[in-house]
């Protein structure tokens, strides 16, 4: 099958290119526990918002709690694992190789993806550009962050795709009228294959053909 390029390639960090949604699970589900014992699985019910918009609608109050959690969250990161999600640099490199344009799109702000940039030096070349939550008004779902991603190569949206893992990102890029392919890395197969063209455990074995097949809608979901 023939795509029209430009293409352009919107990936979410956490989850898709970087395995660390796991350690951030752990980190929320101690901060639900300690301030909203009335939310079960408080770690995954707040995938894909901005720390900001966490704090707007969680940790407002008392006076100083927010400071206490970025300090908190600050020292974190600084000792958090950046593995690669299983697969994704070789599909990236494969991406390059074609001529795709590549942009992570992420909720994670600036100073998360610092630490990020110390663990993998290589990262910021693996892609044309990084749009964090600092580039960003609204947040996921809602689609801004990946309509910015395509106007960064002036790509038409429907020769856009994004991989995402979790529910308010898979949503954002329906939202945005893209193909959207889901990892399921941090909710199971089952959960989020209605909401995506193509679910995918890893890049493992996948390539570029397997990629553009869902404009023709030639792989069948799992």
């Known amino acids: 099958m023939k795509i029209d390029h430009p293409i352009a390639v919107l990936f979410d960090f956490d989850g898709v290119i970087m395995d660390t949604e796991s350690q951030y699970t752990l980190f929320w589900d101690e901060k639900g526990k300690k301030h909203h014992p009335e939310i079960p699985n408080f770690g995954h019910h707040i995938k894909g918002q901005t720390l900001t918009q966490l704090y707007e609608q969680y940790f407002l109050q008392p006076e100083g709690l927010q400071d206490q959690i970025t300090q908190e969250l600050n020292e974190f990161e600084t000792k958090m694992d950046f593995p690669f999600i299983p697969g994704v640099v070789d599909f990236m490199k494969e991406l390059r190789e074609k001529g795709v344009k590549m942009v992570i799109v992420t909720s994670s702000n600036d100073k998360k993806m610092a630490n990020a940039y110390r663990a993998h030096p290589e990262l910021k070349d693996m892609v044309d550009g990084i749009l ?43 939202r945005a009228g893209m193909k959207v392919i889901g990892l399921a890395t941090t909710n199971p197969a089952s959960a989020i294959m209605d909401r995506a063209d193509l679910v995918i455990d890893d890049f493992v074995g996948f390539t570029y053909e397997k990629m553009i097949a869902v404009w023709g809608n030639l792989i069948e979901k799992d």
């Open 132 to 174: 964090t939550a600092d580039c960003f008004t609204r947040s996921k779902p809602h689609p801004e962050c990946f309509l910015k991603g395509a106007d960064m190569f002036q790509v038409p949206i429907e020769n856009c795709i994004v991989f995402e893992d979790s529910f308010h990102g898979l949503e954002a890029g329906n």
